[in-house]
C-alpha cells in the first residue's frame, strides 16, 4: 500500500476543498449573468440587473402573500393514486413519489387562508415544480376545495396559475377537471365573493382552458408565458412566423386577454387593494364609520 498517494494525498485535498453550496449562484435565464442567490432570495426571487421573475415555490409564495406569513393550511381531499396504472419510461406512481420528495408537496397546489392586509382571503398556489403544476385529480380537488372554502368562509379567492397543462398519466380523469373547476369557479360567483387569478410563467394547456382565465381580474407577472398551445406548435401549426413577444404577458395585456401586468413586489397592495374594492370593504387603515344618532 502506498500510503502517501492513497492516505495522504487524499486528506489534503480534502483540507483545501472549499465546501460550495450548489445554489450559492444563480444564472438569469433571459441575461446568462451570474446572481447571488440571497440576494435573488432577498428580491422576492426577482434577478435585480434584469428584472426576470423567477419561479417561486407554493410555501414561498404563501408566506409572502399572507399577513407576517402566517396562514392555515386547508386539507385537500385524498384521491386515488395511478388509476389508470399509466407507465411510460417510468412508472406514473414512481414519477409521483419523487415529485414529492422533492418538492414536500402532495401534488401540484398548496391552499391557505389567512389576512392579507388585514382582509380574509384564500389563497391557491400551484407548484411548477411538481410535475410541471400539470393537473391531475389530486390538484383539481385542492382547487374545488379552495373554492368551497372560501364560499363557507365568505372570502375573496386568488389563484396563482402556473403549470404546463393537463397530466397525461392520468388521461380523461385529468381533462375532467376543466369543466369541474369551472363549476366550482361559478359556485364562488354566485355566494358574491371575488375571483382573481395571477398568471405566472409558464401558464399553459388545460390550466388556461379552465379555471385560470376565469378570474374577475387577470393578473400577470412580467414576462409569463401564457396560452393554450405552445408558439412553435402554433407556427408549425398556421406556417407563419408570430409577431414579437407573442404569448407573454405585455403583449396579452395590450390585446385585451390580461387585465394588468403586475411586478411582484406590488402584488400584495394589487391584490389586497383589489379585494377591498370588489368586497366593498372600507380601505386599509380607514377609521370605522359611527352610528348616524337617531333624529328625536
Known sequence: M???SNVVRPKIRSFLRRETPENLWIKCPETGQLVFYKDV???QFVIPSSNYHMRVSAT???KTMFD???YEDIAVPEVQIDPLKFRDERRYADRLKDARTKTGMQDAVKLGIGRLEGLMVTIAVQDFDFMGG??????????????????????????????GGARMQEGILSLMQLPRTTVAVQMLREAGKPYNVVLTNPTTGGVTASYAM?????IAEPGALIGFAGPRVIEQTIREKLPEGFQRAEYLTEHGMVD????????????AELCRLLTKAPPRGAAPS???PAHA
Not at 144 to 151: D, F, K, R, T
Not at 214 to 218: A, M
Open 2 to 4: 502506498n500510503w502517501i
Open 41 to 43: 432570495e432577498a428580491n
Open 68 to 70: 407576517d406569513g402566517a
Open 260 to 271: 394588468m401586468v403586475v411586478h411582484r413586489h406590488k402584488l400584495r397592495g394589487t391584490i
Open 60 to 62: 414561498t409564495r404563501l
Open 214 to 218: 376565469l378570474g374577475d381580474v387577470q
Open 134 to 163: 400539470s393537473l391531475g385529480m389530486a390538484a383539481g380537488e385542492a382547487v374545488i376545495a379552495g373554492l368551497e372554502m372560501a364560499v363557507r368562509r365568505s372570502t375573496p379567492f386568488i389563484m396563482f396559475a402556473a403549470s
Open 290 to 292: 359611527l352610528p348616524v
